[in-house]
Structures are given as structure tokens and as C-alpha cells.
């Protein structure tokens, strides 16, 4: 299998373990999201999807979201958002928002997103972009994109709160849909 192929894969197993299901491969998260990167590497031979030191070091670092984060000693790996795992409760610090931040969705979804807002589902966040472009490859991901631009700055005196990941995305817990605004449809996606 080509390496970069080999990598994705990998980084898919890593996102899925280290945010949703540590279960499936036997691994704890603490709080913060943290795991032994031995134990990790150790159960993942015992799973049947072995990945070297230097292999792991490789998808952390060429990780194009930055989805995940060494301790500074190294000792420790984690996912520094998006996670749905009921063992990770992280302690963002609540943080200013810019004015404005960016929803990346489906068509599909916006009727429901219209009635109940933005909610986070199985992850503990929603998730938002300060730029359009990143909002629409993550609503790509879902089918025909559709954005919604948020008025954070409104939201923010209005007393919700922001968190900034590690990585940069913008968390909040939920965000009402008067708060929401439907960006015209671009013809070039
Ligand atoms: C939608 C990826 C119906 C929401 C991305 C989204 C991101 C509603 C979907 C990160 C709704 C959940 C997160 C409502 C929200 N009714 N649908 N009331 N409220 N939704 O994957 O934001 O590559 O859990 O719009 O890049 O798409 O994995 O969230 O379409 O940063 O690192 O429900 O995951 O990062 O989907 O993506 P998701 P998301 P990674």
C-alpha cells in the first residue's frame, strides 16, 4: 500500500479511537482527551493495525487539521477536538469569538437547522470556521454545501461562550438559529 494511503487510513483509526470509540481498540482518554502513546501503540499491534513510533509522529505532524497533539513530554497523545467520547469532558477556556464565524452544511439539513439551531449531535461541540472556505469543505462532507455565516458577536454579548481548539476551530456548545444567517448558494461548489 502507498504510504500516503497507508497514513490516511491510519489517521482515520486514530481520529476514530482517539475521539469516539477508545473502547474498540481497549485505550482510556482521560478528561483532557490524553492516552499513553505506548498503550495506543501496544494495542493497535494487538488489533492488527500496527503503526510505528516514527509512523504515528509522521501523521501527527502532516495532520492537515492539526487533529492531534503530542504532551510536551511526548508520553501522551490526544485529539485536541471533535471528540463524542463520554470518557473526554475537556476544559476549554472560554474565549472571545472574531465577529463572525462560518457553519459549513447540507442542503438536506438547513429546514431542521432553521426549527432547532445549530446543535453538536454526537460530538460535545458544534463545530465553526473563521473562513468560508474551510465551512465548505466541511459541509461537503455532508452533500450539496449550504453556509451559514453566525453572528458571534451578538451570541457573545448575549453571554454564550466560545472555545478555541488547539488546531484553531471554534467550538460552542449550541447556537440558536436567530443568531444564524443562510449565505446564498455559490455556483462554484
Ligand atoms: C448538522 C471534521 C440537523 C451539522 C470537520 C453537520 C469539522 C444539524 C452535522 C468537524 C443540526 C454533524 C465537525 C440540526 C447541526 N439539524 N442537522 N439542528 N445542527 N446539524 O461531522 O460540523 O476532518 O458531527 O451541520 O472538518 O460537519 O474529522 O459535524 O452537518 O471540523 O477533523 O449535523 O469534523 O473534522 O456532523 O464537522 P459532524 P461537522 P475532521
Redesign the pocket.
Known amino acids: 500500500m502507498k504510504s500516503l494511503e497507508k497514513r490516511q487510513q491510519h489517521s482515520k483509526l486514530l481520529?476514530l479511537v482517539l475521539r469516539h470509540q477508545p473502547e474498540n481498540i481497549g485505550i482510556q482518554l482521560d478528561s483532557e482527551g490524553w492516552t499513553d502513546v505506548h498503550i495506543l501503540l501496544q494495542q493497535l499491534i494487538k488489533y492488527k493495525r500496527p503503526l510505528s513510533l516514527i509512523e504515528l509522529t509522521e501523521i501527527v505532524e502532516t495532520s492537515d487539521?492539526k487533529?492531534f497533539q503530542f504532551s510536551l513530554d511526548q508520553s501522551k497523545i490526544r485529539a485536541v477536538?471533535?471528540h463524542s467520547s463520554a470518557q473526554v469532558k475537556r476544559a476549554y477556556t472560554a474565549t472571545p469569538p472574531p465577529e463572525t464565524l462560518f457553519?459549513?452544511?447540507?442542503t438536506r439539513?438547513v429546514n431542521?437547522?432553521l426549527?432547532?439551531?445549530?446543535?453538536s449531535?454526537?460530538?460535545h461541540h458544534?463545530?465553526l470556521s473563521t473562513d468560508q472556505t474551510t465551512a465548505v469543505?466541511?459541509?461537503q462532507?455532508?452533500g450539496k454545501v449550504i453556509i451559514f455565516q453566525i453572528d458571534t458577536q451578538k451570541m457573545h454579548q448575549d453571554g454564550y461562550h466560545f472555545y478555541q481548539a488547539e488546531n484553531g476551530?471554534w467550538l460552542t456548545e449550541h447556537v440558536p438559529a436567530k443568531y444564524l444567517q443562510q449565505l446564498a448558494q455559490s455556483t462554484n461548489h
Open positions: 481520529s487539521k487533529r477536538q471533535g457553519h459549513g452544511t447540507a439539513f431542521s437547522i426549527d432547532q439551531g445549530l446543535i449531535g454526537e460530538r458544534v463545530h469543505k466541511v459541509g462532507r455532508h476551530v
